[in-house]
């Protein structure tokens, strides 16, 4: 069964460093998104993409992140500059776009700043 | 803007019980709601998605069901296993808006 795929699993870097996490989404799905998930808190949208550009973003997403679809298969999230805050679980999810409109999710990174 | 409540936080129940977790949203004019599991430090597990349109969705031992006037879902676990242990989250999916999950309801199934 197709699925969402992200790497790395785990990435640690320091405070003001950029990080590039990387998601496989499902081939045919033309939606992608980013949550994150501070530990012990809720999951919360950061970011929506489709036709290669950002569709919707959350009061979380400012200039710090971006996203980038490089090629035909993968799909980025940038942080620019680290801070501790930005520590947590990191999810990918892809949709088709057809009704159900369902989200698949990737395992998720584990970004830790320090 | 949606807002997704889960009740009970934690719930702990012997082996076999059958168990009801709560989910409540605000607005419901939603595309659908899912259902997911999550163990601890680990990815979001897809359970049940219902359509705004259904008002229950099975697999299995689960049971989701929706009722969209009242604002509510609820995943009923028949004769609960220690596997059964984890965090479970449920996310509305809103008309031009994204995923809003609640905060989880942690279930422990005691041997």
């Known amino acids: 069964e197709p699925e969402v795929t992200q790497t790395p699993s785990h990435q640690v870097t320091q405070m003001g460093q950029e990080v590039i996490l990387r998601c496989v989404p499902i081939?045919?799905?033309?939606?992608f998104y980013w949550y994150r998930q501070i530990l012990g808190q809720k999951v919360e949208f950061l970011v929506s993409?489709?036709?290669?550009?950002?569709?919707?973003k959350s009061e979380i997403f400012d200039d710090q992140f971006s996203v980038e679809r490089p090629d035909g298969s993968n799909f980025t999230l940038k942080i620019r500059s680290t801070k501790l805050e930005d520590s947590a679980m990191y999810f990918c999810?892809?949709?088709?776009?057809?009704?159900?409109?369902?989200?698949?999710f990737g395992p998720g990174t584990r970004l830790t700043v320090t | 803007k949606q807002e997704v409540t889960q009740i009970p936080a934690a719930l702990s129940v012997p082996e076999g019980e059958n168990l009801v977790l709560n989910c409540s949203f605000t607005?419901?004019?939603?595309?659908?709601l899912q259902w997911f599991r999550q163990d601890p430090g680990k990815g979001l597990t897809s359970l049940l998605l219902?359509?705004?349109?259904?008002r229950e969705q099975t697999s299995g031992r689960l049971n989701a069901s929706l009722d969209k006037s009242s604002g509510r879902s609820t995943l009923y676990i028949a004769a609960s296993q220690p596997g059964d242990s984890a965090t479970y989250l449920c996310?509305?999916?809103?008309?031009?808006?994204?995923?809003?999950f609640g905060p989880g309801t942690r279930l422990s199934v005691l041997p």
């Open positions: 999810a892809s949709s088709d776009g057809t009704r159900p409109y369902e989200q698949y």
């Open positions: 081939s045919n799905h033309l939606y």
């Open positions: 993409f489709y036709n290669n550009e950002i569709s919707e």
């Open positions: 607005d419901s004019a939603i595309y659908n």
């Open positions: 219902i359509q705004s349109s259904q």
């Open positions: 996310a509305a999916h809103n008309y031009g808006q994204n995923f809003v």
